[in-house]
């Protein structure tokens, strides 16, 4: 899945929804399961130890690690709806990449190439029919996500094309949901981790990073949100 620099504008996302006095930010951080090509998937493994990391603070995680199903996908947004997060963090693997990307866009398409259980999307699109948009914007700032990445000491860079696999289904039924009921979202695709290079405790550090750049967003939402502000 090729990766595309993006500029990350700061100013597009909407603030998040303002909670009740004294609610501590409920965050669900997502991983995959195995796909074709990938009989072990380290973004399962990384998304459990982020959800145990004591540099969220009050926050509480939450931690699903999908199979990679285009069903699984298409339910997502039901997912959400149940576990109702102020924050959702995906990580997926893109194994040719050698940077951390932040996903920009989710696209409202599929590719061809067959989900853990051997099944191809029923569709070249997402969402049926034209009201679907094409785009949704990643529902966060990316900007201060990349810099908590590289102050961490993680190779990092925006990215337009999150592919058109399960990874890129999710960020567009996340994003869309997010926007809809103004939360914050963020697909992530990280390499394949390599020690001396970037290895797997490198990459956790700096998305831990990543998770505290987004609660300062949801604070800072709920700031501007608060009556009288």
């Given amino acids: 899945m090729p990766a595309h620099a993006a500029s990350l504008p700061a100013d597009d996302v909407r603030a998040p929804a303002p909670g009740a006095a004294g609610h501590a930010p409920r965050i669900l951080i997502t991983g995959f399961g195995r796909f074709p090509g990938a009989p072990a998937n380290p973004s399962g493994p990384l998304a ?29 947004a039901q997912t959400l709806d149940r576990l109702d997060p102020d924050i959702v963090l995906m990580v997926g693997l893109a194994g040719r990449r050698s940077r951390v990307s932040i996903e920009t866009l989710g696209r409202c398409a599929t590719g061809l190439f067959p989900d ?12 049926a029919g034209g009201a679907a948009p094409d785009v949704i914007g990643c529902a966060a700032a990316g900007a201060p996500l990349l810099h908590a990445l590289r102050q961490s000491g993680v190779p990092a860079s925006g990215s337009r094309d999150a592919g058109r696999y399960v990874c890129n289904a999710l960020a567009y039924t996340a994003y869309g949901w997010a926007r809809r009921t103004g939360r914050i979202a963020v697909f992530v695709h990280i390499p394949r981790p390599r020690p001396g290079r970037l290895s797997a405790s490198r990459i956790e550090t700096g998305l831990e990073a990543v998770l505290v750049a987004l609660l300062a967003q949801h604070r800072a939402g709920r700031l501007t949100a608060a009556p009288g502000r």
């Fill in 116 to 127: 853990a259980g051997r099944r191809r999307p029923a569709a070249r699109r997402l969402a």
């Fill in 48 to 76: 459990r130890a982020l959800a145990r990391s004591r540099r969220l603070g009050a926050a509480r995680a939450e931690t699903l690690v999908l199979p990679t199903l285009w069903d699984e996908a298409a339910r997502f």
